[in-house]
């Protein structure tokens, strides 16, 4: 399959990313696989991300997380703030993240991602 220019932020425990993933393929794309859980992004990386998708940190952290509900749920943080939290603890980020040059999507549902493509 040839290389193109789309990463994801893969969690292969997480059902949905590896739907996503088989989609992308399935498109005859083999992407740039960020095993997010174990190669964090950097605080620029996540910015850049986020930028893309056009949303605050807030807008994809993972509520239903434990950890979210327990400690998180009623802090009024700033953007910065929500960034430090998400790197400390990459399980609260939204999966899979696709990413297409200057634009990306929370692929979720995976059929997401064709909208991204076209």
Do not use: F
């Not at 960020?34 to 993972?62: A, C, F, G, S, T």
């Not at 993240?97 to 200057?102: D, L, S």
């Amino acid at each position: 399959m040839p290389k193109q220019n789309i990463t994801i932020y893969h969690n292969n425990r997480c059902s949905k990313s590896r739907c996503a993933l088989e989609l992308l393929r399935e498109q005859g794309i083999e992407p740039t696989i960020v095993e997010y859980m174990k190669e964090v992004p950097n605080r620029e990386e996540m910015k850049k991300i986020l930028m893309k998708l056009h949303l605050r940190p807030q807008d994809i952290l993972r509520a239903g997380e434990e950890l979210y509900k327990s400690k998180l749920k009623t802090l009024k943080l700033n953007d910065e703030e929500w960034i430090t939290i998400m790197l400390e603890n990459p399980q609260l980020i939204e999966r899979p993240i696709v990413v297409k040059g200057n634009k990306a999507i929370v692929a979720r549902p995976a059929e997401k991602i064709l909208e991204l493509l076209s």
